[in-house]
Nanobody, 126 residues
Framework: QEQLMESGGGSVQAGGSLTLSCVSS????????MGWFRQITGKEREGVAA???????NYDDSVKDRFTISQDNGKRTLYLKMNSLKPEDTAMYYC????????????????????WGQGTQVTVSS
């Protein structure tokens, strides 16, 4: 059974840093592409960053140059390094995965991912 579990969220002041981790298990196929999303209550889940099976990465413009997505395939762990955090980064952050080689231009859409973690809260105070 495929599972994702996030950790690393917390409270930080503006300008600070956090690193989120997502441990995956149960994925047995050749390809797994993964992403990070965030959601504020009452708003749609939005794509933050994604990495496909070939290592290609994508970022939302709002986090480009501040966030870095990476993965350790040996540990089956996905990371999101977040620097220069802003109050508007406050949200619940979710790890997502799908057994495909690449998303093409669709990485940003939550509905292309079939597997989700439970989320980890990030709060940035001004």
């Amino acid at each position: 059974q495929e599972q994702l579990m996030e950790s690393g969220g917390g409270s930080v002041q503006a300008g600070g840093s956090l690193t989120l981790s997502c441990v995956s298990s149960g994925f047995t196929g050749r390809y797994v592409s993964m992403g990070w999303f965030r959601q504020i209550t009452g708003k749609e889940r939005e794509g933050v960053a994604a990495i496909d099976s070939d290592g290609n990465v994508n970022y939302d413009d709002s986090v480009k140059d501040r966030f870095t997505i990476s993965q350790d395939n040996g540990k089956r762990t996905l990371y999101l390094k977040m620097n220069s955090l802003k109050p508007e980064d406050t949200a619940m952050y979710y790890c997502a995965a799908d057994p495909r080689r690449s998303f093409g231009g669709s990485w940003y859409h939550w509905y292309v991912y079939n597997y989700w973690g439970q989320g980890t809260q990030v709060t940035v105070s001004s």
